[in-house]
């Protein structure tokens, strides 16, 4: 069963009555979407007790600045892995939803993202680009700063090309992040098992192969991979 609710634990006493009454009435596996301040040692306790398989968490951005300032968020990065810890110590699978092309965002904000994703390790990722949504404070500031470059949201795909012209990252750079965004995750997840100096160099590398994509896909054509 998926709960399709944004935020299933956001009113703690309601949550705890209704995963109880669901348990006894029909106590099938299920998964839904949470958020990562609001979990505490109880709610992943009540998740466990009655049968949550996964719990999908808006990380969004891995940058401070862009999660906090910009999207206002308020979540801490040793939260988040705290967090995402507690669930898989738990037997709950952990996946993210992530994105890319936030205004004020650089490539560099990015790769916090990808870097983020390797610490907390979840067992899928969701990577779309940024699209305001009319109402929103970020949809405002889109505005006034015209980075809309079109107003066909409808036909306009999450995933192939960014809607926003921005300052600081190009849309070339904003589809290299969105193709390869989980292969560079698995890239820094391999790495943190390499010995403390061997880890550095090749994080080292892999930043500068995110940071020059055209020298990442040059690499991967020549060596087929």
């Known amino acids: 069963v998926n709960f399709n609710d ?3 634990a956001l009113k703690k006493d309601w949550f705890r009555h209704l995963m109880h009454a669901y348990q006894q009435r029909f106590g099938l596996p299920y998964e839904c979407n949470a958020k990562f301040d609001l979990m505490d040692e109880e709610i992943i306790r009540i998740f466990k007790e009655t049968g949550c398989q996964r719990l999908s968490f808006g990380l969004e951005s891995g940058s401070e600045y862009i999660r906090n300032k910009i999207m206002r968020r308020n979540m801490k990065r040793d939260d988040m892995i705290r967090t995402a810890r507690l669930c898989k110590q738990a037997g709950i699978r952990v996946f993210t939803y992530n994105m890319v092309g936030i205004p ?7 790769l916090d993202t990808v870097k983020l994703n390797a610490d907390i ?4 990722i969701h990577v779309s680009i940024f699209s305001p949504y009319h109402g929103t404070a970020l949809y405002d500031t889109c505005i006034k700063e015209k980075y809309i470059q079109t107003n066909d949201f409808i036909r306009t795909s999450y995933f192939e090309q960014p809607i926003l012209k921005l300052k600081n990252i190009k849309p070339r750079q904003i589809q290299f992040a969105v193709e390869h965004f ?3 995750k698995r890239y820094y997840i391999k790495i943190k098992k390499l010995p403390a100096f061997f880890r550095i ?3 080292k ?3 500068i192969l ?3 994509g ?3 896909l040059f690499l991967r054509k020549i060596l087929k991979i």
């Open 182 to 184: 989980g292969s560079f």
């Open 6 to 8: 944004d935020i299933l």
């Open 121 to 124: 390790e979840p067992e899928d």
């Open 201 to 203: 160099i090749a994080g």
């Open 104 to 110: 004020e965002e650089r490539l560099t904000d990015i």
């Open 214 to 216: 055209s020298i990442y």
């Open 210 to 212: 995110w940071l020059h």
């Open 205 to 207: 590398m892999l930043d």
